[in-house]
């Protein structure tokens, strides 16, 4: 009897420490707008690694979950890093500039059809932009994103089983 309860007080614990490790490290976010589309869709569930942005911050086409501003209520948002701190970030003529320079976007389904004038991201923030550009709020109408706003790195596509695979795509 005691071998018994000793193999279930183990096995309890063990798995109170797999939990709390997970609940750490991974956490499974609902795409809940169209902002994303059409590389994550409403429904869609995505995998959200918060490890890897303790090790350094987001980097350029990066999809992230991340508090949105305190006005926005700091509901969780999932967009793409666009401009990194530093950086002069303007929208002209349908296409995102980076330190002048067109940024590459593959996965956009249509081009932004609004103007935004020259920024720059100051430093510990960050600029993101849904890649439904013409539908999603964004750092483009209420600012850039704080670094201690960001909660992970879109690491994975869940479900449904068909869209396996990772959002991110390298900008630089």
Not at 27 to 39: D, G, H
Not at 70 to 73: F, G
């Given at each position: 009897m005691k071998l018994f309860i000793r193999d279930g007080l183990i096995t309890i614990v063990l798995a109170l420490v797999a939990f709390m490790i997970v609940q750490n490290?991974?956490?499974?976010?609902?795409?809940?707008?169209?902002?994303?589309?059409?590389?994550l869709i409403v429904g869609e569930r995505v995998?959200?690694?918060?490890?890897?942005y303790h090790f350094g911050g987001p980097h350029r086409g990066d999809v992230a979950l991340f508090r949105a501003p305190?006005?926005?209520?700091g509901i969780p948002y999932i967009k793409r890093v666009i401009g990194l701190p530093g950086?002069?970030?303007e929208i002209k003529e349908g296409s995102v500039y980076i330190n002048g320079?067109?940024?590459?976007?593959?996965?956009?389904?249509?081009?932004?059809?609004?103007?935004?004038s020259?920024?720059?991201?100051?430093?510990?923030?960050?600029?993101?932009?849904?890649?439904?550009?013409?539908?999603?709020?964004?750092?483009?109408?209420?600012?850039t994103v704080p670094v201690d706003n960001f909660i992970?790195?879109?690491a994975l596509e869940?479900?449904?089983?068909?869209?396996?695979?990772?959002p991110n795509y390298p900008a630089d």
């Open positions: 490290t991974a956490q499974s976010f609902i795409v809940l707008s169209a902002s994303m589309e059409p590389q995998l959200i690694d918060k490890v890897s305190p006005d926005m209520e950086d002069i970030v320079t067109a940024l590459p976007e593959p996965y956009l389904i249509s081009r932004p059809a609004y103007y935004m020259r920024c720059i991201v100051p430093e510990g923030q960050y600029f993101v932009l849904g890649d439904n550009r013409n539908v999603s709020s964004d750092s483009h109408v209420w600012g992970g790195k879109a869940l479900w449904p089983p068909s869209e396996w695979g990772t």
